[in-house]
């Protein structure tokens, strides 16, 4: 099957509003592959590719050779080259990426160059990606959706379960289950803007703090542990302080959900980037314990020698994970439906220097890798009003519009520009504001180069963001993390928009 087609496809399901129009657009299209093509076509519609590690970001995407005249590539030979791209590390690994990108792309017409762009830097939009491809596989295979779903839980692997469905229907949905050493997909939370809407949706709750840390998955066999990151990757050699921890539990066989943080000598977590950098070193783990120590705090058990515990209720999980954890290695919870007391444990979380807490529901089981309602984390939003100076050419789906939006405060006397800036984000960009955006910018357009335009500071927008990084790239040494577009401040010039004062006295608030 040519690629072209599952471009074709894509773009149809992005253009199509329905979800159960997307689902039928899907699922017609995998009926129609191969065994040896469905795997690599779920991989690449599912974003499953994209978690690849394939290191291509949109500035890799520049100087790319022209399309194709006519469609040639076949969809598991592209997933193929993918695979290939992602295996190259080492000395060299540059050229080699690069020019096995050129040769992908220079096979491949525009609408394949346009899909393919998507895919790599994330911006394939066609719904809720894993989701609506996983309700697709179960409508094409003819079995249950929660069966393909939870079979996907287990297995981590879009393809591999799709494989499954397909040949084996639900007797071989139901082989998957929850392998200690194997990880599983980690429950994800929804948010809510306060303790007390959180309480709306889940009365009685479990109040925990939010950790600023890195998700961990162990899993414990013996004295064989492995520790896993929300993304699945294989992270045990880095971090021995919690393999000590999971080897310190009276159990024989466990697998733990948590979250791995530095703490400063106050018990204050330190900033996010530290836990980060620290995580992902591949310098001596030993001498980065010494340097950066880690902690690890468990907030969930998910099997406990030989028994499963997804499926019970979160308290009966709860208690098996205090009858085999210390509270030292818990993370502090509390159970109510009194609104103030809510927001009292919620303050204690702030003031601990933490994000904020998640208000989890329980009777809830373990939905892994769903963003579910039994799980609802609030976190106080920061929010800052900051002058567009520049915006990036978008790629793949918003190729054509303005998208990367350059970030800046006002600056001070003592700066040395008077905006400085912090970030870039594309986040939160509707097609409307997209399209409104373009026009506007390049009406204030002052000069460009082929990927930015950088245009006069006038349009002010509001921007959320979940708090602040220590950054070398940027002139006041801080960057924003993960914001996102609000709306549009017509209501404000860009004289009135935040100066950097106020974010280096936000910093200074953080700790940073």
């Avoid at 978690?51 to 022209?66: F, S, Y």
């Avoid at 980037?273 to 591949?282: G, K, L, P």
């Avoid at 994970?321 to 609104?339: G, I, K, Q, S």
């Avoid at 789906?397 to 008077?418: K, T, V």
Wanted: proline share 6%.
């Amino acid at each position: 099957m040519l690629l072209h087609e599952l471009a074709v496809t894509s773009q149809a399901v992005g253009a199509e509003p329905a979800r159960n129009a997307k689902i039928a657009l899907l699922a017609g299209y995998l009926r129609s592959l191969g065994p040896d093509e469905l795997p690599a076509a779920v991989a690449l519609l599912s974003g499953e590719s994209r978690r690849m590690r394939i290191g291509v970001g949109p500035a890799g995407l520049r100087d790319l050779p022209p399309p194709a005249g006519e469609p040639e590539l076949g969809v598991r030979e592209t997933q193929d080259v993918l695979a290939a791209l992602a295996a190259v590390h080492g000395s060299g690994s540059q050229g080699e990426r690069r020019r096995l990108l050129e040769e992908l792309f220079a096979r491949a017409t525009v609408q394949e160059q346009t899909f393919l762009s998507a895919v790599l830097v994330g911006e394939l939009r066609q719904g809720a990606l894993d989701a609506v491809v996983a309700d697709a596989v179960a409508k094409a295979a003819g079995v249950p959706a929660a069966d393909v779903r939870r079979a996907l839980m287990f297995r981590g692997s879009a393809r591999a379960v799709a494989a499954a469905a397909m040949s084996g229907g639900k007797e071989a949905l139901r082989a998957f289950g929850l392998e200690v050493g194997r990880p599983v997909r980690p429950m994800l939370a929804a948010a809510a803007p306060d303790v007390a809407a959180a309480l709306e949706r889940v009365s009685p709750a479990a109040l925990e703090w939010k950790l600023d840390g890195i998700r961990v998955q162990v899993h414990r066999d013996g004295d064989d542990v492995s520790v896993f990151t929300r993304s699945l990757d294989d992270i045990t050699s880095r971090v021995p302080e919690v393999v000590e921890a999971a080897r310190s539990l009276p159990v024989r066989t466990a697998v733990l959900d948590g979250e791995a943080i530095t703490l400063g000598p106050d018990g204050r977590p330190r900033p996010f980037q530290v836990t980060a950098a620290r995580t992902a070193s591949r310098q001596d783990p030993e001498q980065l314990r010494v340097e950066v120590p880690l902690s690890v705090f468990f907030f969930d058990l998910l099997h406990r020698d030989g028994a499963d515990l997804l499926d019970l209720p979160a308290e009966r999980r709860w208690a098996e994970l205090d009858d085999v954890v210390p509270a030292e290695l818990r993370v502090p919870r509390t159970v109510t439906a009194d609104a103030a007391a809510a927001a009292r444990f919620f303050r204690e979380a702030l003031d601990r220097g933490h994000e904020g807490v998640v208000a989890k529901d329980p009777a809830a089981p373990y939905a892994a890798g769903r963003r579910g309602a039994g799980w609802i984390k609030v976190k106080p939003r920061h929010t800052l009003d900051l002058v567009v100076t520049a915006a990036e050419w978008g790629h793949g789906r918003r190729q054509g519009w303005l998208s990367n939006l350059h970030l800046a405060a006002r600056g001070e006397e003592s700066d040395p520009a008077p905006w400085v800036m912090l970030g870039k984000t594309f986040k939160g960009l509707t097609d409307e504001l997209l399209t409104w955006q373009t026009t506007e910018l390049l009406e204030r357009e002052e000069t460009r180069d082929r990927y930015v335009v950088h245009v006069r500071p006038e349009l002010v927008v509001e921007v959320a963001f979940d708090g602040l990084q220590r950054s070398p790239r940027y002139p006041a040494g801080l960057a924003l993390r993960f914001a996102r577009v609000l709306r549009y401040r017509d209501d404000k010039t860009a004289a009135e928009a935040d100066t950097v004062s106020t974010v280096r006295a936000l910093a200074a608030e953080e700790g940073l």
